[in-house]
């Protein structure tokens, strides 16, 4: 992989960089839903906004959206061409083409303010070249271990490199040794690090919001909330969903944007993101009950895990699948336990492991059978026909390929309308 941002650079030096606001999200786990949230914030106070994320299940326009929404195919087509245009001769990678096409697609529909995903690491991602207003980390984990390396401190000095000198960052909780190396970068570079949970405290149990110590007064002061009611799965979800509220009020506190509550009380209960804890129910030609998550690494799962028992639900049998380039010996572990539920002395559910056909990295299903112990079937169409039947909740977790598989034959769920949506919580 040729890691570099000389292509990138040189085609915003043709095209010149985006005058809006670009804020910048950075990590392992939850950068995906840390910045959907983000958005929705955003978008709930009055703001056009920008969102590129990855990777996509079905189509590539799920990647860019404006205030929630695909580009038109014609529109998608047309940005493409001017990117092969502008960008002719440079050798744009194919990430690096999306993320071009995603600029011009937030300046032609007038964004005031663009959320934009990394793709891999941080130092030399596409997204880098941009300019940020504010970079947001979510939790640094082992993954990509074959191009960002082998270890913790040298991933997290990677996405370190997202930070700029004089910069503005947040940070959600990270292991000791990754937040060291956060902590030296932007000491070496002049950047402000704020932890996130310095900023505020938010309790997905009950909703509220309370001042962190650092946002008590001054211009960064945080009013508490209360009633803010997240609609997604999983515990991991209060992380994301502090993280991304921090974020919102350190960049509002730096343009004077008032936090209105009602807007922030819409934006949680509105969030939605397929493929992360999401559950399904009674969909014709599915089993009764089926949870979703594209979890697929050792932190993920681990996640998985905690949020399925926090939810009390117990799965009655998993599909899994996962890519071979991904650090099996931490995660298999965690399949097992997720199969065997918080009761070890019940028998588990059973595991089938499954292919991915359309992604040649993925694990066959009698390979990845061997190493759990378990039955195998070909795809998860087949796997899921076979469990039609089962009373009880289905699993389907371990990689987003594995998802986009599922969502192939099943588009309709990618929309929030026909799913089983979030827990409505209420105040105990």
Known sequence: MDLTLDRMAAFFKRHGQPSFPVLHVVGT???????????????????????????????LRERVLVDGCMLPEETWARLGARVFQEGEGLGLTYFEVLTALSVLAFEETGCDVAVMEAGLGGR?????????????????????????????????????GAMRPGGLAVSAPQEPEAWGVLEERAAEIG?????????????????????????????????PMTELFLALHGAHQETNARTALAAFHVWAASLRLPVQEDACREALAGAFIPGRMQLVADEPGLPRTLVLDGGHNAHGLAALRDSLAAEGLRPAAVIFGCLRDK?????????????QGAEPEASGAPIYAVGVPTCPRALAPMELAHMLGCGSAPDVHWGLERLKAVQGPV??????????EFYTKHPRLLDRAHCAGGLRRTQP
Request: proline share 6%.
């Open 327 to 339: 650090p099996l010996a931490d995660m298999l572990p965690l399949v097992k336990e997720i199969a």
């Open 395 to 404: 699993l389907v977790c371990g990689s987003l390929y594995l998802l986009g």
């Open 29 to 59: 786990n939850g950068k995906g839903s840390t910045a959907t949230i983000l958005a929705g914030l955003l978008q709930a106070h009055g703001l056009r906004v920008g969102l590129s994320v990855s990777p996509h299940f079905v189509s």
């Open 124 to 160: 030399f991602d596409a997204t880098n070249v941009l300019t940020p207003a504010l970079t947001v980390f979510t939790p640094i984990g082992m993954d990509h271990m074959h191009v960002l390396g082998d270890t913790l401190t040298e991933i997290a000095a990677d996405k370190a």
């Open 191 to 223: 950047a402000e690090l704020v932890p996130a949970e310095a900023v505020l405290y938010y309790s997905r149990d009950n909703g509220r919001v309370q001042p962190g110590p650092h946002a008590q007064y001054g211009k960064r002061a945080v009013r």
